[in-house]
Structure formats: C-alpha cells, structure tokens
C-alpha cells in the first residue's frame, strides 16, 4: 500500500507540477556542466567544480528530489564542525544552489532548496580585522624571499592587484602609452583597468620573459605561479621561529595583507578618493572600500571622501612611485 501510495503521489506531482521522476545528484551535475559551463567564466566554473567535488561524499548517493533545506542546514553544521570555513561553505552552497537551479529549470524538482535558506544566519561572515603588515616585518621576509616572490609581493604593493590578478597577468595586458594595466581575470571575471605606475613598469620589466608564454610571473618552464601563497607562508613559519629565538619582535602577515597596504597607502598620499580606490580595487560596493578610511586622520577622511580628492592621475601616481 505505501509503495502504491507513494507511487500514486509520484505521478499526480508529474501531471501537475511536471516533477520527474528521481535523478540522480551526478547526473544533475554532470547536466548542470553541459548547460551552464559555457554561461559562466573559467574561474567561476572552476570554482564551482571544486566546491562540488568537497560535496560529494553526501551528496553523489542522493537523488535531487532528496535534497531538502533540512538536509542542507544539517550539512552546513557537519562542514561547520569539521572546521571548514563559512565563507568556504558559502562558496560550496553557491555552486550546490547553481546545480538546483538547473535541476528546477529542467523540471527534475519544482523549486530550489536552496533558494529559501537564510545563509547569513546559517552560516554568518565574519568581519576579518585588516592588519597592515609592519616595515620591519616585512624587512625580515623579504631578506629571505626568492626574488620572483618579493617582486609579487611588491607589485601588489603598487598596483592593489588581487594574488590571482597578479599570476595571470600576462605581458600584453601591459599598457606602455597608456600606462595602464589591464585586469582581464578579475573577481568575478569581470574587466577593469588600473594606472601603470613607473614602480610597477620596473618590476614588470625584470621578469625574464619565457618565449612563448604570455605570464609575467611564471615558474618552472613558464608556467604561471600557483603555489606562491604556501610558499609565502613557509618562509613566513621560519622567519617567526627564528624572530622567536632572538627574541626580535615580528608580525606575520600574508600576501593580501599588501593589497591593505596600497589601500590605505593610496588614500593617505592622496592619489584619489575613496570612490577611485574602490574602482582601481574592483571592489562591488563602497562599503568594503570604506573599511581603509579607520587607517586615516580625520583630515584624510574628508578628503578621500570628497568627489574632489585627486583622482588617482598618472602623473601624480608616477612622482609618488619614483
């Protein structure tokens, strides 16, 4: 009688809300890649790709019409307990959300699960506090660095370039008339274009070229940089033992801790307002900018959220730089 029953209820769901009958959750994903890949940029893809694979254990044995809001909130507790980060979850709900969409718009389910979870109260984000890496920390590490490594690190300095922006860059992406740098892989895979300065132009211009390969920063056989932040952090480990053990004072810091440090850096020699600055950082909203203004002095303040501050000019970026 169940099964009759259940049955029975299977089909008045396809005859009145188009339900399909179960599909499987790799199934639903390996469709979701046909038919979205092509919509969504390289990076958003692979990203997506990669949250899905951390998901597979739970969900590769489901089908989609099992995957409830109950069964996402307990999964979002059990990643949580394993220490996975929340903006970590709220990358892999992202791309678990984008394979329900398609399963909804294919019919498979009549509405996504997903869809109706609150992710901020399920899984909150958290204010990370900006610490500026100190000038004599930095001294410290860059004693030790590979040259090609302290080079990223600079250029990020003077340029505000997000890590992956700075190993994709690639030589034709340099501007010399306009002097300006063009940022085709952004976050997001969106474009913008920042000022070269003559700090940045000297940089780029010591990386040997590769023949044949387009990146700036490259390794090995000019392949382009992808391990840069664990080796950053390797080196980071041993000068802070070595600091510890004659006992010299030392802050750790990471690469996107430069990315702060052009930020506010930026405003306080006043090159542009707070309103360039979000648009040479390629920042979505001014309020992720406006967290750089707490490094400044009232008079700064005003005067990098004046619409008359000095825009970010070359000119004035370049005397800055030289």
Known sequence: MKRLAALREQVEDQAVYGIAGPVGWRDAVISWSENVA?????????RYCCSLRQLRTVLDPLSVQEITPELLKELIKQRRRAGVKNATIRRDLTALSSVLNHAADEGWIAENPAG???RRRLVPERTVRIMLPQPESIALVFARLPSRIRDVCEFTRETGLRLEEVTTLAHADIDRVERTITVNRGKGDKTRVVPLTKT??????RQPRYIGKPWVF????????????????GFMRRVARKAARENVEFHAFSHHDFRHLFAVEYLRNGRGSIYDLQGELGHG???ITERYLAFLTPDQVKAAKSTMAQRGAQAPR???SA
């Open 38 to 46: 092509g919509s969504l940029g390289d990076r958003t893809y692979s």
């Open 285 to 287: 909203t001014i309020t």
């Open 116 to 118: 109706g979870l609150n």
């Open 200 to 205: 940045a132009e000297t940089i780029a211009d």
């Open 218 to 233: 490259w390794k090995g056989k000019g392949v382009r940089l992808t391990d840069l932040s664990s080796r950053l952090g």
């Open 318 to 320: 370049s005397e800055a």
